[in-house]
């Protein structure tokens, strides 16, 4: 039984039937999750028509024809929607029971070992149980700060209305650097409105490599975004629930107010202090697992938290180290907090459906570090790409995290527009790759590249990293030229040097 029909929870149901087991999904809203209606596809559908207007901006005769025309809103929104299946999962579900899976609508909650009791939405209740294994897939949700006055009658947007949003705002206030932050900024900017960035720390994306928020904070201010950093949000107020929003803003302590960083170099905007005015304000502000209501005191679990579980991504905490009697219990995706992608919940997912079916017939699990049931990649590199202008893919560690891990590394750097591929692409190409070397392993342990189309540069870097190809194993695999994947070329030569 799987809690939670999203693309993690689809993919367990997938394997687990694939290997012969009777499988039910329980999900009370859309079959296919966040990622199909509120996230991954809808706002890389905002996204694609700004790289793709930028990019033939980039080039000499493409940019002419192009001129200064903007991108037309409602044919963006429209083909968006389309993306979504205007919010309808027929589709889905069809392929559901294509597939041999059986879908009970209704929110699960654990009532016991192997049992869950699903509500329907007309109240009625059904007790389940499971004969081998329940996953819990419930995904996470947006995390709204607990104590900002008339935050909750601003009734803000949060990634679900940023990507849903069937109008233009002519104002928006975007509150938090990070990934959902800088994306749909350049996505809403693109499409015409006023966008102010109102970042607490000094800079963007600050899981990354510094420059990689540089960079994307550069991409933003050419597109016309104001950025300020050093900024908090200290009230709200939407006098009528559905008016503008005025939001109170202070400097972050230690701040000069000016809405400059640490070092004084940004220089937009018009302070940290006062007030701003605007239409829509959306907090981008992280992710909470959702799993306050699925019944984990029944099995003597926290509710509300993020489940630990093994590499098998069976839970742990209860009833020791085995897991929950006798490891029936599955915590899969988001929920489990190891990565809090997509692509990387899909792998657990894979990962989980061979531990479930092993189990269930009676054979061993292989958990060595690239085992069958072992989810090490999570650990190895997760790859994420951030599909701004200019985008940033990375993997694995950052120089930061790598010395913070014990590991002696050297860091090689490269600007990418030095290399044919990339002259080709645009013109006066501008973006930078870092490879984090362990010179003990003699392997890459960490990538970052910022650039256009750098996105697709990234399963190489993946490939390198979760892999552990040794330096003079990569010397060997060519880039083609001329592409802008000669900038391996270009890194490993110095690694080597």
Not at 116 to 134: C, I, M, P, Q
Not at 147 to 158: F, I, Q, R
Not at 400 to 413: C, H, K, N, P, S
């Amino acid at each position: 039984m799987v809690l939670g029909a999203g693309p993690t929870g689809e993919n367990v149901a997938d394997r687990t039937v694939a290997a012969g087991l009777r499988t039910v999904i329980v999900e009370a809203e859309l079959v296919g999750g966040e990622c199909s209606y509120w996230a991954c596809m809808p706002s890389k559908a905002l996204l694609r028509p700004v790289a793709a207007l930028a990019d033939a901006r980039a080039v000499a005769g493409s940019r002419e024809a192009v001129g200064d025309r903007r991108l037309d809103p409602a044919a963006v929104l429209a083909r968006r929607n389309s993306f979504t299946s205007d919010w309808k999962d027929d589709g889905q579900v069809e392929w559901l029971r294509d597939t041999g899976i059986e879908l009970v609508r209704g929110h699960g909650r654990l009532a016991g070992v192997r049992t869950v009791t699903v509500e329907a939405e007309d109240g009625s209740e059904r007790v389940l149980t499971a004969r081998h294994a329940v996953a819990v897939c419930t995904g996470s949700r947006p995390v709204l700060p607990a104590h900002v006055p008339g935050l909750a009658e601003a009734h803000p947007w949060t990634n679900r209305e940023a990507t849903g949003s069937q109008t233009v705002p002519g104002r928006l206030a975007v509150v938090g650097g990070g990934v959902v932050g800088v994306e749909m900024a350049a996505a809403w900017r693109a499409l015409g409105s006023e966008v102010v960035l109102l970042v607490r720390g000094d800079g963007l994306l600050p899981r990354m490599e510094p420059f990689a928020g540089e960079l994307v904070a550069e991409g933003l201010r050419a597109a016309g975004v104001d950025l300020r950093f050093g900024t908090e949000v200290t009230a709200l107020e939407r006098a009528d629930g559905s008016g503008p929003v005025t939001l109170t803003l202070a400097a972050r302590d230690g701040r000069n107010g000016d809405g400059k960083g640490g070092d004084g170099q940004h220089e937009d905007g018009q302070g940290g202090t006062g007030t701003l005015t605007v239409d829509e304000v959306l907090y981008a502000t992280g992710r909470a697992p959702r799993t306050a209501d699925i019944g984990l005191e029944q099995v003597g679990l926290k509710p509300g938290g993020w489940l630990e579980v093994d590499d098998s991504c069976t839970v742990l905490g209860v009833d020791g180290a085995e897991g929950v009697d006798g490891a029936w219990l599955y915590a899969v995706g988001d929920v489990n907090r190891r990565a809090l992608l997509t692509h990387q919940g899909k792998y657990q997912a894979r990962i989980t459906g061979a531990a479930i079916a092993a189990r269930a017939e009676g054979r061993p699990l292989d958990t060595s570090r690239w085992g069958a049931h072992s989810a090490s990649a999570d650990l190895a590199g997760a790859p994420q790409v951030v599909f701004t202008q200019p985008e940033v893919a990375a993997v694995g560690l950052t120089r930061a995290a790598a010395e913070a891990a014990g590991l002696r590394v050297r860091t090689v750097d490269h600007e990418i527009g030095s290399v044919a591929g990339a002259s080709l692409y645009a013109d006066d190409y501008r973006g930078r790759a870092r490879v984090v070397f362990d010179l003990d392993r003699q392997v890459i342990v960490g990538a970052c590249l910022v650039g256009p189309g750098v996105a697709e540069l990234l399963h190489s870097a993946t490939v390198a990293v979760v892999g552990e190809v040794p330096i003079d194993r990569l010397w060997h695999a060519v880039p083609s030229y001329p592409t802008i994947s000669e900038v391996w070329l270009r890194l490993l030569e110095d690694c080597r040097g």
